[in-house]
């Protein structure tokens, strides 16, 4: 239940591309704004609803970070040493959007006149629900039920000066089965953000059976990381057969980056 009132239960939902949620779409769901000091520049999100209810928004700022494991932690706006908050204006701050409509919402961010903060800054849009129709589901008091969306738009301003670094590898573990009492094998890579820009991109693993030579690839994982951080993922392998295997993780933050591979032989057991 959200702190903000003890009936409304908001759902945030997050995502890199378009969001779709119950037939309302917000695209895109990352602006990424540029310009030269003391410009202001605009970025624009395409709202759409193909529902028969209308929706109405109250719009609000909060600064935010990712944890070592990749996630978000929310924060007053304008409180972090890397926010843009200040740096933008809404144009307003309800938004309505009715039954099969398309609408557009235009954000403007005036570039800092100096621009001494070479690393990257952003903050977050959230668009509201303030109009979730009470559903017959009540809570433990026997108070209807409100559940509202909220959405996350994420904004990000890179400077002309940063630099862009790279991915780089920290450290490349096996855990077996029995460590910890996991309910699975695991590798767990831990890697860096060397730069003063966000990335994103997938981090591969592949295994080799080296009796075998049978090869095994598990879907990539998504990695988004902020400037200058450190991140952690411990990933889940399927079932195994006893015997020594070569891993590979291999960094891939797209065509700009250099792929980063680390190798490590690990011994499966039953």
């Known amino acids: 239940m959200s702190q903000r009132s003890l009936c409304i239960l908001f759902l945030s939902l997050f995502l890199c591309c378009g969001l779709q949620a119950q037939q309302l779409s917000f695209s895109p769901m990352r602006l990424f704004f540029k310009g030269v000091p003391g410009e202001t520049v605009s970025e624009t999100i395409t709202i759409s609803n193909t529902t028969t209810q209308s929706y109405e928004f109250l719009l609000s700022l909060k600064d935010w970070n990712r944890d070592s494991l990749g996630v978000k932690h929310y924060f007053p706006a304008s409180s972090r040493p890397h926010s843009n908050a200040r740096d933008i204006s809404l144009p307003q701050t309800h938004f309505a959007v009715a039954p099969g409509e398309e609408k557009t919402y235009t954000v ?4 800092p006149l100096t621009d001494t903060q070479k690393t990257a800054s ?6 509201t629900q303030v109009n979730a129709p009470r559903t017959e589901a009540k809570d433990k008091s026997g ?5 509202s969306m909220e959405f996350g738009i994420q904004l990000f301003y890179t400077p002309q000066a940063a630099q862009r670094g790279t991915l780089r590898f920290l450290a490349f573990n096996y855990v077996p089965r029995h460590i910890k009492d996991s309910a699975a094998h695991r590798l767990v890579v831990k890697y860096q953000n060397t730069g ?3 990335k994103d991109g997938f981090i ?3 295994l080799t059976n080296k009796q075998t030579g049978e090869e095994i690839k598990p879907q990539p994982v998504p990695i988004a990381i902020m400037p200058g951080d450190d ?6 392998l399927p079932k195994l057969a006893a015997g020594d295997y070569l891993a590979v993780a291999i960094l891939d933050a797209g065509a700009e980056n250099e792929l980063k591979v680390a190798e490590k032989n690990i011994h499966v057991e039953e």
């Open 231 to 236: 991140q952690v993922i411990n990933y889940p």
């Open 204 to 206: 591969r693993f592949e």
């Open 196 to 198: 003063q820009v966000h």
């Open 143 to 147: 108070i209807g039920i409100r559940i």
């Open 122 to 127: 952003n903050s977050m849009l959230f668009f």
């Open 108 to 111: 403007n961010m005036r570039i």
